[in-house]
């Protein structure tokens, strides 16, 4: 065989294990072609604008977050009296919070619930970076709407053992403290949903995930305990 053939066939497997390798690095195919569509505009873009044609509701409790707020019955959880709107949108990053704040705040709510940056952390922004559009976020939300009450959850930790997140505890922990410092920096609430759902490692608990980075329905449980004390 040719000298060329052979470097032909070296790049090649190469490539293969490489790409192998992102995909595990992303959690499976599954995870992989699911992240992927995150790269397209639709799915933030759809539940935007679907936000922005409902009626306003003065005074409401709003989740403000990513896929975690997402799928979570929080108007079930907490009632509809004040109204209580889920803002989450599967796969949404902090500057895409920044960017849909006016729609969330022509509602002067009355609170907000406010968890986001575990998918920046899963796509490699750096964590200096995701604090400085956080708390752009807490203060944008404080000059404009000075009466809402915001509380600052912390990330929930993941647990890769069951499936690769993308991001690891420790860097979770690391933002969590820079939320916290951010927190008191304005007198606002911090408010730890994480570290009851931890197992003895330090890993979200088997007992409220099945993919290592979601929550089923008891770790939404342990997350309402966390904040009802906070919701009349």
């Known amino acids: 065989m040719k000298p060329w053939l052979y470097t032909s066939l070296l790049i090649n497997v190469l490539g293969i294990a490489l790409a192998l390798f992102a995909v595990h690095r992303l959690g499976g195919w599954k995870y992989t072609w699911l992240k992927l569509q995150r790269q397209t505009a639709g799915l933030y ?45 599967s796969g949404d990053f902090a500057q895409g ?78 933002l969590n403290q820079r939320i916290e410092a951010i927190a008191h920096a304005y007198a606002l609430p911090f408010v730890d949903i994480g570290t009851p759902m931890k197992d003895a490692e330090g890993n979200l608990s088997e007992r409220f995930t099945e993919d290592g980075l979601h929550l089923n329905g008891l770790g939404y449980q342990v997350w309402k305990n966390e904040i009802k004390k906070f919701i009349p």
């Open 45 to 89: 873009h759809h539940r935007v604008q679907h936000f922005e044609n409902l009626d306003d509701k003065p005074g409401a409790i709003i989740f403000l977050g990513d896929s975690q707020t997402e799928q979570a019955e929080w108007h079930e959880f907490f009632g509809d009296h004040p109204a209580v709107l889920n803002r989450g949108i």
């Open 97 to 174: 919070v920044l960017d849909r704040l006016a729609e969330v705040l022509r509602h002067k709510p009355a609170k907000i619930f406010l968890l986001i940056g575990v998918n920046d952390l899963v796509f490699g922004s750096s964590i200096q970076d995701i604090e400085a559009v956080y708390s752009q976020i807490v203060a944008n939300i404080r000059a404009s709407s000075p009466q809402t009450e915001l509380y600052l959850q912390s990330l929930i930790p993941v647990n890769n053992h069951l499936r690769k997140s993308g991001t690891n505890n420790d860097n979770i922990a690391d």
